[in-house]
């Protein structure tokens, strides 16, 4: 039996979706870490990107020490968080960690999408007697939401590959089927790990790219033209 037909069986085999450290566990674990990170990504890189592209400034800044932040690997990140205190307090460091890895793109895409909303649209707009915060909700947050939701299909996609590191430190997720493969020398099982993870993030990639294109605006503006 090759490799990759190994790999479907142990797949397939009905054992291996059951149990603490079955296939449906450590898929759920993933899910989990994957959206609690999101949304605290969101949380922190949303907000202060808006403000930011509304009012023009120190944006680009902020936006470059992000990217910057790129260079430095998650793993190297979370192997120093876990160094610190903060390695005595169970998953934080893992997601302290992802949570850094995702604000780049969130924060890239929502300042871009803000500044790149037409001048004329938004002096229109304060010629109405809007205020900065009407402004915001009612005119640039929604012409800049088709590239803000780029940056958050980007970000979940690269939680769900990136996760997988939350095993090398005893974390759960699809990562610890990666690890136990390779522990007991199964490289069906590695392969295996590494297809439930591929998969995974083609989905999340398959379900942000179905809800953009759903979206009512994005459907209004395909039936105008």
């Known amino acids: 039996m090759n490799t990759f037909a190994a790999a479907w069986s142990w797949l397939t085999s009905a054992s291996h979706w059951s149990g603490s450290d079955g296939i449906g566990n450590r898929l759920a674990e ?12 969101c949380a922190v890189a949303l907000p202060v990107a808006l403000v930011l592209g509304h009012l023009g400034k120190g944006g680009a800044l902020a936006v470059n020490i992000s990217n910057a932040g790129r260079a430095v690997p998650t793993f190297a990140v979370l192997v120093l968080l876990l160094l610190t205190p903060l390695g005595a307090y169970g998953q934080w460091p893992t997601i302290i960690a992802l949570v850094l ?3 780049p793109p969130l924060l890239t895409n ?15 707009a304060r010629g109405m007697g809007m205020t900065g915060a009407q402004q ?4 640039e947050l929604p012409l800049a939401l088709p590239l803000i939701m780029t940056g958050v299909r980007v970000a979940a996609v690269q939680l769900v590959a990136t996760a997988t590191l939350a095993a090398l430190v005893g974390g759960g997720g699809l990562g610890r089927i990666i690890t136990a493969g390779f522990n007991l020398a199964s490289t069906p099982q590695v392969l295996a790990g590494a297809a ?8 999340v990639e398959g379900v ?3 809800g953009q294109w759903l979206a009512p605006g994005r459907r209004a503006r395909s039936g105008a033209g």
Do not use: E, K, N, W
Request: with cysteine; aromatic share 12%.
């Open 136 to 139: 915001l909700r009612r005119v």
């Open 110 to 124: 929502t300042y871009v999408g803000m500044r790149g909303v037409d001048p004329d649209v938004v002096q229109a």
């Open 30 to 41: 993933h899910l989990f870490l994957t959206v609690a990170c999101l949304a605290l990504s």
């Open 196 to 203: 439930l993870v591929a998969v995974f993030a083609l989905l």
């Open 208 to 210: 942000f790219a179905l």
């Open 101 to 103: 890895f995702a604000i």
